[in-house]
């Protein structure tokens, strides 16, 4: 006769050895090998999206930086507002030299926009084709301050900003279909291809860093002794660039509350 107790029997645990283990977890991928490489490929294609995604970012966020320490966080601009009337207001002759004598002004150049005068490729060009590209006079170390720089040729020196000599952004360049430099080559600058004269180009312009100025892009740059003799221009810078102490955001915020007053003084606004 057998007696049995009535309290249940602790069950052994049993230790699976490694090899067990694998062999055990190696069973679904052996028998569900499509399943298996089907999750491997998904595993795969979203790692590899998240890199791309991360890359892009950080090769943009890289692209930013560049194009701001290239362009500086130092530039500053001044351009004319409104009259009581409603007019563009016009800025002193003086204005570029007062504003270079403010402490941490460290360079100032400028434009002076030409009313009424265009550039064509050639007088037979019909006068209401201008391409919207404007004339202005420009001193001579605007490239530097303006983030721009020469791509073919030369810019204006001493002697040429007094001769029929221009240098052309680089919108200007493409839109009147010059590529290159050649010598002799010239445009016909003027009220209108009836009325004008041969200007001899002699350099194009990169395009303006992030396109920080793209008046410069589009327009003829000529020399102002040569606008004041040629075309008539009466010597009023329409836009001023400043450049205050680099990597001194203090100097550069209190400069840009002083420029309209430094400007000009008897119209700030």
Do not use: C
Request: glycine residues 12%.
């Amino acid at each position: 006769m057998t007696t049995t107790s009535g309290r249940p029997t602790t069950p052994v645990a049993v230790r699976l050895r490694p090899g067990d283990l694998a062999g055990l977890a190696s069973i679904g991928l052996r028998t569900r090998k499509l399943r298996a490489g089907l999750s491997a490929l998904g595993i795969a294609i979203g790692v590899a999206a998240i890199v791309a995604v991360l890359g892009l970012a950080a090769s943009s966020q890289a692209t930013v930086l560049n194009e701001i320490s290239q362009l500086g966080t130092n530039l500053l601009t001044v351009t004319p507002g409104q009259d009581l009337s409603g007019n563009t207001a016009e800025l002193p002759e003086a204005a570029p030299g007062m504003i270079r004598r403010l402490n941490g002004v460290i360079a100032v150049q400028d434009i002076g926009g030409i009313s009424g005068v265009y550039a064509y490729k050639s007088p037979y060009i019909p006068s209401i084709e201008t391409n919207a590209l404007s004339v202005d006079a420009a001193t001579l170390n605007l490239p530097a301050v303006a983030s721009t720089s020469i791509a073919q040729g030369r810019f204006l020196n001493a002697a040429t900003a007094r001769e029929p000599v221009a240098v052309l952004g680089a919108t200007t360049a493409q839109l009147l279909g010059i590529d290159r430099i050649l010598p002799g080559m010239r445009i016909w600058v003027g009220p209108s291809p009836a009325v004008g004269q041969w200007f001899y180009v002699t350099g194009i312009l990169s395009p303006s860093i992030a396109r920080l100025a793209p008046e410069i892009d589009s327009s003829v740059l000529v020399g102002f002794p040569a606008a004041e003799h040629y075309l008539g221009f009466d010597g009023h810078p329409s836009e001023i660039y400043v450049r205050t102490t680099p990597d001194n955001q203090a100097v550069t915020s209190s400069i840009d509350g002083l420029l309209g007053g430094q400007a000009n003084p008897e119209n700030p606004g």
